[in-house]
């Protein structure tokens, strides 16, 4: 059983450019949540995707886009990017209700670089 | 912003029980306590939660106070794998909340 899947694994842009990321939830889940992880720091909540809407977001500028396919499968979009957008972008699923998303699992990530 | 308070950092003899403390004063009566860990180079890994009994499962056991204002997060027999940094994170279980991360503790497990 194949967990959460994330590509590229590394990626590297310049500033003002436009950048996708890709997640596969694990199978059976189909909740799909995006993290960035500054370096020194915990991650944090951007955006949380099921029934292919956004459902919650965290204090991310519109920049920061995202999709969610009938598969669950999810993009993170990013658009004119900064310096300080270079992180790791974690992507996370789980299952919808109360008891079944006792816990979130995640992706290693992938590591985006702003130059 | 987190709602917990942990030490940045913390070593353990390889072999020795590794005890993680945490600091949530403003727990509410419907949150949880979570820990979850981040080992170099992946994304964090769910390990124990509770409401407000003791609990415990293959990889730790989870002590939380009565009053439900810090807990402790015990890994009984550290190995060099262990190295990671924990992070405690109080939750509501409803509604898909999303985890707010800390900064969490830094776990060096020392030969």
Known sequence: DAGVTQSPTHLIKTRGQQVTLRCSPKSGHDTVSWYQQALGQGPQFIFQYYEEEERQRGNFPDRFSGHQFPNYSSELNVNALLLGDSALYLCASSPRGQLANEKLFFGSGTQLSVL | ?111
């Open chain 2, 1 to 111: 912003d987190a709602k917990t308070t942990q030490p940045t950092s913390m070593d353990c003899a390889e072999g020795r029980a590794a005890n993680l403390p945490c600091n949530h004063s403003t727990i509410s009566g419907n949150e949880y306590v979570y820990w979850y860990r981040q080992i170099h180079s992946q994304g964090p890994q769910y390990i124990i939660h509770g409401l407000k009994n003791n609990e415990t499962n293959e990889m730790a056991s989870l002590i939380i106070t009565e009053d439900r204002k810090s807990s402790t997060l015990i890994l009984p027999h550290a190995t060099l794998r262990d190295t990671a940094v924990y992070y405690c994170i109080v939750r509501v279980l409803s509604g898909n909340t999303p985890l707010v991360f800390g900064k969490g503790t830094r776990l060096s497990v020392i030969a």
